[in-house]
């Protein structure tokens, strides 16, 4: 157990819809992350905060929106959601310190599937 | 953001040494090497991460040369547990850059 928790484990949409994915990083972290991985484009960085500031962006789409609140939890938005949509979402937390300069935590992740 | 390249996939059998080599030509100074393992519907964990000469933990040892331009990492007489993916990484990340996954190396350990 990694000590991030996400929830739902599992969400079946139809396409279209908005859905929300929550993260939970471990205790004392304040960076979280969020990842996309479908079979075809493998593990797919989307975007980072770090203590409620956006810190960095990868391939995230449009459609797709996060925020970190101030207890730290963090929420990814997936709106006008399409069949290609439908992967493995996961967050990941770091602590910002200590000697594992790029070790993150990495939660059971949010299976969604877009119909 | 340096990119690295390693093979797609590797057979072993169980007890033997498997030995996954990853090439970061364009690595930056102040990048360090990271190894995670992913198993099926599961996230990365973190396995090793070193920035010169050998690093050893619990559950493997990373080789690095001195011009960084390569990495490799080690498992000990693997078992059929160990069978899942593994991804070379290099980058800082406390310093705000992203971590880049590639496609990594599926590892299957037979009996």
């Known amino acids: 157990d990694s000590g991030v928790t996400q929830t739902p484990k599992h969400l079946i949409t139809a396409t279209g819809q908005r859905v929300t994915l929550r993260c939970s990083p471990r205790?004392?972290?304040?960076?979280v992350y969020w990842y996309q991985q479908s079979l075809d484009q493998g593990l797919q960085f989307l975007i980072q905060?770090?203590?409620?500031?956006?810190?960095a962006k990868g391939n995230i789409l449009e459609r797709f929106s996060a925020q970190q609140f101030p207890d730290l939890h963090s929420e990814l938005n997936l709106s006008s959601l399409e069949l290609g949509d439908s992967a493995l979402y996961f967050c990941?937390?770091?602590?910002?310190?200590?000697?594992?300069?790029?070790?993150?935590?990495f939660g059971p992740g949010t299976r969604l599937t877009v119909l | 953001l340096a990119k690295t390249t390693q093979p797609i996939s590797m057979d072993s059998y169980e007890g033997q040494e498997v030995n996954i080599t990853c090439s970061h030509n364009?690595?930056?100074?102040?990048?360090?090497i990271t190894w995670y393992q992913q198993f099926p519907s599961q996230g990365p964990r973190f396995i090793i991460q070193g920035y010169k000469t050998k690093v050893t933990n619990e559950v493997a040892s990373l080789f690095i040369p001195a011009d960084r331009k390569s990495s490799t990492l080690s498992l000990p007489r693997v078992s059929l547990s160990d069978t899942a993916v593994y991804y070379c990484?290099?980058?800082?990340?406390?310093?705000?850059?992203?971590?880049?996954f590639g496609k990594g190396t599926t590892l299957s350990v037979s009996s």
């Open positions: 990941a937390s770091s602590a910002g310190g200590g000697r594992n300069y790029n070790e993150q935590f």
């Open positions: 205790s004392g972290d304040l960076s």
């Open positions: 990484l290099v980058g800082f990340n406390q310093a705000g850059t992203a971590l880049i």
């Open positions: 364009n690595i930056a100074t102040n990048d360090y």
């Open positions: 905060y770090y203590n409620g500031e956006e810190r």
